[in-house]
Nanobody, 123 residues
Framework: QVQLVESGGGSVQAGGSLRLSCAAS????????MGWFRQAPGKEREFVAAIRWSTTTYYADSVKGRFTISRDNAKDTVDLQMNSLKPEDTAVYYCAAGARTGDYSDSSIWGYWGQGTQVTVSS
């Protein structure tokens, strides 16, 4: 059974930092793309960042220069370092894995999802 488990969410003031981590289990993910999405109340789930097995990275324009995605293929983990956080970054953050061919920002191409972790940024 494939499982993705996120950790590291919490509350922080604007300008602060948080690091999210996602641990994958059930099958080796080192050949899979992995990514992060987020969903704020009343809004659709949106793409944040993705990383291919080759470590090529992709970012949403809204987080470029502030967030960094990285992976440890030996441990089947993917991290999201979030700096200079803004109140508009407040959302539930979801780890995703196993993207099929297509646009990484399209949530429908991702095969596996975590349960989400809350990030709250206060002004």
């Amino acid at each position: 059974q494939v499982q993705l488990v996120e950790s590291g969410g919490g509350s922080v003031q604007a300008g602060g930092s948080l690091r999210l981590s996602c641990a994958a289990s059930g099958r080796p993910f080192r050949s899979y793309s992995m990514g992060w999405f987020r969903q704020a109340p009343g809004k659709e789930r949106e793409f944040v960042a993705a990383i291919r097995w080759s470590t090529t990275t992709y970012y949403a324009d809204s987080v470029k220069g502030r967030f960094t995605i990285s992976r440890d293929n030996a441990k089947d983990t993917v991290d999201l370092q979030m700096n200079s956080l803004k109140p508009e970054d407040t959302a539930v953050y979801y780890c995703a894995a196993g993207a099929r061919t297509g646009d990484y920002s399209d949530s429908s191409i991702w095969g596996y999802w975590g349960q989400g972790t809350q990030v709250t940024v206060s002004s």
